[in-house]
């Protein structure tokens, strides 16, 4: 379409091009950045996604030695933090607000057998809290104004063995902690101050069931928590109710007549609230439920498949789709998530690196 000079739309083209720079047409802006972290090469990829397609575009791959997997992101969105399993310690790197581009602070031993298997930052962004699988404890660790993570633990905490996840709620008080051997979510209350973590009454909360707890993901109305269970393959509703959860029920993330081997690993609410996903390694696929707004009951609304083992996956903080990685498969695929109904719909695959192990995404601008 050829423009008139004087037209309204060419007028709009070139205040445009004078506040932001040449425009072009072949190339959309991406205000959201996704991070995978690959175990089994150690490498950390930094992807564009396309808000509007969820068109992934590579735009950075850094070698992170000791097997990098479990991943977060401050709460203000300036700081990557990539713990390495095998090294036993925390790689903190900035984030540029302008394209999402990854610079190496600090990297911080935290030392524990088998290395950390979860990360995640307390809700003001001052604190660093760390989960260990091997060992059994859990620690917190002062982050510091220009990122990094200070040397040695605020705190530590020894638990029970298969400590998988440790994350606070939306409060920034109850940090739930659960086990899978143990069959325990341990329950902590936080001193947003201090840092240091304190039982919750109870202090432990016991499935009658042998569920296997592994991680946990927060409703946004603060109202509901849920669990996903690995040996059992199911997910838990509960009710937080002051400083302890509450199961509401429980289901299984399986369609009826599937009897191989299986067991979940992830959980994620969708950003509305609406909808809520697990992922199952054996049947491959990501279980899809409903979310009633008043009881936090659950109601399954099938499982989409995946490539081989999603042990990991994302919703994007737009909640237009959701990313999961196939560990065996070496694959990421993009998934569109249905609007009215929550379903997901495959869109593209990509080869990746080695051993995807852990899924990032935020948005920018």
């Known amino acids: 379409m050829k423009l008139k000079p004087n037209s309204r739309l060419s007028k709009s083209l070139l205040l445009l091009s004078l506040l932001f720079g040449p425009l072009s047409t072949g190339e959309a802006w991406a205000d959201l950045r996704l991070y995978l972290a690959n175990r089994h090469d150690d490498s950390l990829m930094r992807f564009d996604m396309d808000e509007a397609s969820g068109e992934l575009t590579l735009r950075q791959t850094l070698k992170l030695e000791g097997e990098p997997a479990p991943m977060c992101v401050s709460p203000d969105q300036r700081t990557l933090y990539v713990a390495g399993r095998k090294a036993e310690r925390v790689s903190a790197f900035s984030i540029s607000p302008k ?30 809290l760390s989960a260990y699988y091997s060992e059994g404890k859990v620690a917190v660790r002062k ?20 400590a ?25 209350l936080l001193d947003g101050k201090t840092g240091k ?6 202090a432990k909360y016991v499935p009658k069931k042998k569920l296997s707890p592994r991680h946990v993901a927060y409703h946004p109305g603060g109202k509901f928590v849920y669990v996903v269970n690995e040996g059992s393959s ?24 599937f009897k191989e081997r299986n067991s979940c690993a992830d959980v994620e609410v969708h950003p ?5 996903y697990c992922s199952n390694r054996g049947h491959d696929s990501v279980a899809m439920f409903a979310i009633d707004q008043k009881t936090g009951r659950l109601t399954s609304i ?5 490539e081989k083992v999603p042990r990991s996956f994302n919703v994007d903080p737009t ?22 109904t929550g379903k997901l719909k495959p869109i593209k695959t990509y080869d990746v690196g080695k051993g995807p192990t852990w899924v990032q995404i935020l948005k920018q601008g």
Not at 149 to 156: H, L, R, W
Not at 302 to 306: A, C, D, K, M
């Open 319 to 340: 909640g237009k789709f959701l990313v999961a990685a196939g560990l065996r498969a070496n694959k990421l695929t993009v998934f569109r998530i249905a609007p009215g």
């Open 143 to 162: 982050l510091c104004e220009n990122g990094s993570v200070s040397k040695g633990a605020i705190q530590t905490i020894s638990t029970e063995k298969n």
């Open 272 to 276: 509305p609230g609406k909808f809520l």
């Open 197 to 202: 973590l304190s039982p919750a009454k109870p």
């Open 99 to 128: 394209d999402g581009s990854l610079t190496l602070i600090a990297e911080t031993s935290i030392p524990g057998k088998g290395g950390a298997c979860y990360l995640s930052t307390d809700r003001s962004g001052k604190f660093l």
């Open 164 to 188: 998988h996840c440790i994350l606070p709620n939306h409060r920034n008080r109850l940090v739930l902690v659960p086990h899978t051997g143990p069959n325990t979510v341990y329950q902590f």
């Open 234 to 257: 199911s997910v838990t509703a509960c009710r937080l109710k002051g400083d302890s959860i509450q199961p509401v029920h429980t289901l299984s993330t399986l369609p009826a007549d």
């Open 302 to 306: 099938g499982q989409e498949h995946t």
